[in-house]
């Protein structure tokens, strides 16, 4: 959380200073991090998997990719939000056709996964309400037995994804960090996997306002 992580960067910096493996850049960027006040967070959400597109049953499970960005300034020892959150849509893209069984659905629209609506940041999290549209569809309920397929109409229902705040000290840890969380090679981002390898996957690119 990283309501902690203020009082784990002062740990960390302490190690630091001792480690013998630890190069003088790392130091800087610990002594900057640490005294950074303001941070702006540019954040991209990923989501690609195997997800169902077929509003009844499972019958219909498709490769589908999705996108979600957004920025805003957050005071790290306050834990608050300031000023608004921007947000940005992007389209869905099923690249294949459901294959949960082959020919078992057949889509007549376009699956919408998350049309986020509202995005608020709370101490240490940030909350994502939208909806998520299924489409039309000819479905055979008992594939591959029987083939005889039943019109499913298209339906929008409410989505909701939400994420901690991963303070920007994530940075250095390199090896260190969760198995849900990767540090990019030149130390200027870290991605974070929420919800398993077909939830969101967001990267973090940090940047100090003050």
């Given at each position: 959380?990283?309501r902690?992580?203020?009082?784990?960067?002062?740990v960390v910096?302490?190690?630091?200073?001792?480690?013998?493996?630890?190069?003088v850049?790392d130091?800087?960027a610990m002594t900057?991090w640490a005294?950074?006040k303001?941070?702006?967070?540019?954040?991209?959400?990923?989501?690609?998997?195997?997800?169902?597109?077929?509003?009844?049953?499972?019958y219909?499970?498709?490769d589908?990719?999705?996108?979600?960005t957004?920025?805003?300034d957050?005071?790290?020892?306050?834990?608050?939000?300031?000023?608004?959150?921007?947000?940005?849509?992007?389209?869905s893209v099923t690249?294949?056709?459901?294959?949960s069984?082959?020919g078992?659905?057949?889509?007549?629209?376009?699956y919408?996964?998350?049309d986020?609506?509202?995005?608020?940041v709370?101490?240490?999290?940030v909350?994502?309400?939208?909806?998520?549209?299924?489409?039309a569809?000819d479905?055979a309920f008992?594939?591959?037995d029987?083939?005889?397929r039943t019109?499913?109409?298209?339906?929008?229902?409410?989505?909701?994804?939400?994420f901690?705040?991963?303070?920007?000290?994530?940075?250095?840890?390199?090896?260190s960090?969760?198995?849900?969380?990767?540090v990019?090679?030149?130390k200027?981002?870290y991605t974070?996997?929420?919800?398993g390898p077909?939830?969101w996957a967001?990267?973090f690119?940090?940047t100090?306002?003050?």
């Amino acid at each position: 959380m990283i309501r902690l992580a203020s009082v784990l960067l002062t740990v960390v910096l302490l190690g630091a200073a001792t480690a013998s493996a630890q190069t003088v850049e790392d130091l800087q960027a610990m002594t900057k991090w640490a005294g950074a006040k303001l941070v702006h967070f540019h954040i991209e959400g990923l989501h690609q998997g195997d997800t169902g597109v077929v509003e009844r049953g499972t019958y219909g499970n498709a490769d589908v990719t999705d996108h979600l960005t957004m920025d805003f300034d957050y005071w790290l020892m306050e834990n608050k939000v300031e000023g608004a959150v921007k947000f940005q849509n992007a389209k869905s893209v099923t690249k294949t056709g459901p294959h949960s069984e082959a020919g078992c659905a057949i889509l007549k629209g376009e699956y919408e996964h998350l049309d986020a609506r509202e995005v608020t940041v709370e101490p240490g999290q940030v909350k994502i309400k939208g909806t998520r549209t299924f489409p039309a569809a000819d479905v055979a309920f008992h594939c591959p037995d029987d083939m005889t397929r039943t019109a499913v109409a298209t339906k929008q229902v409410p989505a909701e994804e939400e994420f901690v705040i991963q303070h920007p000290v994530t940075l250095l840890m390199g090896g260190s960090t969760s198995s849900d969380i990767k540090v990019a090679p030149d130390k200027k981002s870290y991605t974070m996997q929420v919800g398993g390898p077909n939830g969101w996957a967001w990267t973090f690119t940090p940047t100090i306002v003050k």
